[in-house]
């Protein structure tokens, strides 16, 4: 093909218009309305705070290498972990994969110019720098040692660190997280190109609209019980103090009424990612295309009518952990439907055993012990032996990094070509994937052990006989810690040198392999008109593979 | 800029559309579902309150309508009337905006903000009345005066249109009492008059209190006053919470409509384009849905106690 | 498209109208107050109460926010953020209700 100004899809090596091109100046950066670049600065700023809740987490498995608490403190080790968990969770986990892939993918997914609210977008963004500015001066200033979880009275009354500054800082980031979500249903509802019908919608799409119903429900209902929190520590007027009459269960109801749901806003995304790796890299359509996709929705409304199961020995009556307790085992099986469905889309596929796929491997296996575990921490009366032990902390990474954390690694990986127009080096994507499974496996699987032995989480010594498990867990994290530095190092490398990519370097059949690498300010030069269905690996689709492949080979260096 | 030239073509667009759609019934419907997906939200930020409010008032009914009976409901109920004009005068704005009226948008919206604006000025009545009065309930946010100070006036309640001025004066006459209050904490000087009534009550035998009232009014088995007014005391916190938020609301919309008059005088909405005004009054009859919420359930629990 | 706005529309009688109803409905709940149907059963004051304030919920979302008008979607958004202000009274309440009472 004849390269043009314009932007010619099909076109091999990166076009010389595209979104990176399209302004300069760092003006014309911070004042964009252009989605994706609004994806690129989320994801920086992301890597960042994952580096630092990372830092945490090497101290906090430092300080485990040994029974007595000599590294740490116990006063600054309940701040080392409360930090690690604030900014995982509120500051890397929710927003990743839908502000950095959702952001940048999902307008080009579904055929449009852009989201339909930009200057949303970019306001949610600031928002996000704003929030994670307070929250990391509090930290710098002596930082929080409250738990994540920010349970009263100790943090209304008796903590004394900034409980105060680093829960607004929480408080703000999650209008970030409203309008992200906001702008995400609205997009989906309105913006989808001709002929692009809610069943041809990428399962990406579903989970990101799913991710954003829970992020509109549950949100505000955080930010409302941190601004009581705050008053009450302000105040002291009572209502969180039983002496005055107050209930600090009444805490916990409103603050777990969002945090349930927000570990599906942190699922769900990884969900979409592994429907689209899965059933890309077996080169065969999804496996129960519907279900999967009222999967999404069931476990987003489902997930609303769980939280108990946080409070089983809270003090809650126990008829309602037992109603929590049976709706945990009900939430559970949507979740069941889509890894038999990604299971049964890999059976007889022809399957690519490219870096992300490796990602999406590791994630069924990993999202099923993680899931499994969730469920035995959800029956009332091994939870009572399991309760606020490293059983529970290893659930909730299995789910947590080894679900979300390798599907946003996989999810980066399978769409860097896209979104930067260059190829990474595909040995080293494979050796730092393996890496990062063994690692994590020999750091947390020793965990659910310890759990089962008795060792408390937040505690920063523990008997002696639990050592060696601790050693192992810590060794594992170190394995963990390189293969996630990896990364870093090659896909910056690839921006420097890396291999261009076509605009369709896996020869996938999804929207966002019809524009350019990456794509221009429009992402389209013509409005598409969808007549396919999802996952087509066929010709009827208008891709013509073999004919792309030969292209390819001619046309690439 | 209803028409452009972009890469040497000519393109002409509606006046208002943004660049990302693709014409204007799809901006307005896009605006439109963006701004009730806000509104969702708004209401579950609110329902946390409420949800507070469900479990304090299911615990401990008598303190909350003790507390509720010296908010004064006229106001309240004043209000909730300004409110309601509001939102005609705001549903007005829309009627006019749609038919390209600009002097009788412009006089809707001033209207509006006028009443928005009343709202606001009788809220300040009522709090500085629970200053005056020791019901606030953070300690030193309230009227510090001692002893050496004269007794302070208490201001007598509005005379309701079914009582005469002596009668008025005459069930105010608790209020009149000389108010102490050095320290500027909250303080319950009124009395115990729905727990006296539900006592009496208990008498003939139908079981009055919660069971949380049973362990949370009593010391050793004796009524105690201070823990009584704790009680009240989270009534009152949860009042200037909710009226306080809802009250941010009300000045955040105040500034919308600002907004909203300045660009109506412009003349820019028209039949054509008047997304704006329609969303901007979403917002303001929402901030109105939520008040008639709060109006009865805070101002109007423990009237037919005293009855 | 901005065609179906014109139509359908109650016009000012029917604001009015509206207006008159939202009134009303204020002089009662403010009226019933002082009424003690608590005699007849536990909680129907605020029963009424919030049986009224529902009706003038009502006709503020229908008429002056036009949900009437509007797309199903906008109905379901509507109806389906008071779904969830349920679930959250309803599944928290669960818990306070059933303390303290023997078994569960």
Not at chain 1, 30 to 40: E, S, V
Not at chain 2, 167 to 172: D, I, L, R, T, V
Not at chain 2, 272 to 278: C, F, K, N, Q
Request: with cysteine; glycine share 10%; proline share 4%.
């Amino acid at each position: 093909m004849q390269t043009q100004d314009g932007i010619i899809a099909e076109q091999s090596g990166i076009p010389k218009q595209n979104y990176l091109t399209n302004g300069t100046t760092l003006k014309s950066w911070l004042l964009t309305k252009d989605h994706k670049r609004i994806a690129i600065m989320y994801l920086i700023t992301v890597s960042l705070f994952f580096m630092a809740g990372g830092i945490y987490a090497s101290a906090i498995r430092l300080e485990l290498l040994t029974p007595p608490s000599d590294l740490l403190e116990s006063g600054t080790y309940n701040k080392v972990f409360t930090q690690h968990g604030i900014l995982m969770i509120f500051f890397f986990l929710i927003p990743s994969i839908p502000a950095v892939l959702g952001n940048f993918l999902l307008p080009i997914m579904i055929g449009a110019k852009d989201l339909a609210l930009p200057r949303i977008n970019l306001l949610s963004l600031y928002i996000y720098w704003i929030g994670g500015a307070l929250t990391v001066w509090a930290l710098l200033q002596g930082g929080v040692d409250t738990g994540w979880t920010f349970y009263t009275p100790y943090s209304t009354t008796f903590s004394n660190t900034y409980v105060m500054a680093v829960g607004l800082g929480i408080f703000i980031n999650g209008f970030s997280s409203i309008l992200t979500g906001l702008n995400f249903i609205v997009t989906v509802h309105t913006m989808r190109a001709p002929g692009m019908t809610w069943f041809r919608l990428p399962l990406f799409v579903w989970a990101q609209y799913a991710t954003s119903l829970v992020m509109i429900l549950g949100t505000p209902v955080i930010a409302i019980t941190i601004l009581l929190l705050a008053i009450e520590r302000f105040a002291q007027v009572g209502i969180f103090d039983p002496s005055i009459g107050g209930d600090p269960i009444l805490f916990q109801h409103l603050f777990w009424f969002y945090s349930h749901p927000a570990v599906y806003i942190m699922i769900l995304p990884g969900m979409g990612v592994i429907s689209e790796l899965i059933s890309n890299f077996s080169r065969k359509k999804i496996f129960g295309y519907e279900f999967i996709a009222f999967s999404s929705i069931a476990i987003a409304v489902f997930g609303f009518l769980v939280w108990g199961h946080h409070m089983f020995v809270s003090g809650q009556s126990i008829y309602a952990g037992l109603v929590f307790s049976f709706l945990t085992m009900v939430v559970a099986v949507p979740s069941a439907i889509k890894m038999f469905n990604w299971t049964a889309t890999m059976y007889k596929g022809s399957i690519l055993f490219e870096t992300p796929m490796l990602y999406a491997i590791g994630f069924l296996g990993l999202f099923l012990i993680g899931g499994l575990t969730g469920l035995f921490l959800g029956s009332m009366g091994l939870v009572v032996h399991l309760t606020d032990t490293y059983f529970v902390v290893a659930h909730f990474h299995y789910v947590m990094v080894g679900g979300q954390v390798i599907a946003y690694l996989g999810g980066i990986h399978y769409w860097w070509p896209k979104m930067t127009g260059r190829m990474y080096s595909e040995f080293w994507g494979k050796i730092s994937a393996m890496l990062v499974f063994i690692g994590f496996n020999l750091t947390f699987f020793p965990q659910f052990i310890l759990g089962y032995l008795g060792m408390p989480r937040r505690y920063a010594s523990y008997p002696e006989e639990m050592q060696v498990l601790n050693i192992f867990s810590t060794a594992g994290a170190s394995v963990l810690g390189v293969g996630l530095i990896m990364p870093v190092v090659y896909l910056t490398q690839s921006l420097i040198a890396g291999k261009p990519a076509g605009d369709n370097p896996w020869m996938f059949p999804g929207l966002e392999w019809r524009t350019s690498s990456p794509p221009p300010t429009e992402n389209f030069e013509v409005t598409p008109v969808v007549t396919w269905e999802a996952y087509e690996f066929s010709d009827e689709n208008g891709l013509d593979i073999d004919e792309a492949r030969r292209r390819q080979a001619v046309t690439t260096v | 800029m209803a028409s452009h030239a972009e890469n040497g073509k000519f393109h002409y667009h509606e006046p208002g559309l943004q660049h990302q759609f693709e014409d204007m019934g799809q901006q307005e419907e896009s605006v439109s579902i963006g701004m009730w997906v806000f509104l969702v939200q708004e209401i579950m930020f609110f329902g946390g309150l409420f949800t507070a409010y469900l479990v304090f008032r299911s615990r401990f009914p008598l303190a909350f309508a003790e507390g509720s009976n010296h908010l004064d409901a006229f106001w309240g109920g004043l209000n909730t009337l300004v409110l309601i004009v509001s939102s005609l005068t705001m549903a007005l704005t829309v009627y006019y905006a749609q038919r390209g009226n600009r002097n009788m948008q412009v006089i809707m919206i001033l209207l509006t903000m006028a009443f928005g604006a009343t709202f606001l000025g009788v809220k300040v009545i009522e709090y500085t009345d629970k200053y005056n009065s020791g019901l606030i309930p953070v300690t030193g946010w309230n009227k510090r005066a001692n002893e050496a100070q004269p007794a302070v006036e208490e201001r007598a309640g509005a005379v309701m249109p079914w009582e005469t001025a002596v009668a008025a004066a005459e069930s105010g006459s608790e209020k009149k009492k000389p108010y102490i209050n050095p320290h500027g904490e909250f303080q319950w000087n009124y009395g115990r008059h729905v727990y006296d009534y539900a006592i009496e009550k208990e008498k003939s035998g139908k079981p009055y209190l919660t069971e949380s009232e049973r362990v949370g009014y009593f010391s050793n088995g004796v009524f105690d006053p201070n823990k009584y007014r704790d009680k009240i005391r989270i009534f009152y916190f949860i009042y200037f919470v909710m009226t306080g938020l809802h009250a941010l609301h009300m000045i955040v919309g105040l500034g919308l409509m600002a907004w909203l008059l300045f660009v109506a005088w412009r003349g820019d909405f028209s039949a054509l384009y008047y997304a704006p005004v329609e969303m901007s009054g979403l917002y303001w009859h929402f901030v109105d849905i939520v008040w008639i919420f709060l109006f009865p359930l805070l101002y109007l629990l423990g009237r037919h106690f005293l009855h | 498209m901005s065609d179906n706005h014109n139509e359908g529309h109650i016009g000012y009688p029917g604001y009015l109208g509206v207006f008159a109803v939202l009134v009303a409905g204020t002089l009662l709940t403010y009226w019933s107050s002082f009424l003690d149907l608590d005699a007849i059963f536990p909680g129907a004051n605020t029963l009424l109460a919030l049986l009224i304030a529902f009706t003038k919920m009502t006709c503020v979302m229908l008429f002056f926010m036009h949900v009437y008008w509007s797309p199903k979607l906008i109905w379901l958004s509507a109806i389906a953020s008071f779904f969830w202000l349920a679930i959250m009274f309803a599944y928290t309440m669960q818990d306070y209700v059933t303390r303290g009472t023997g078994v569960f």
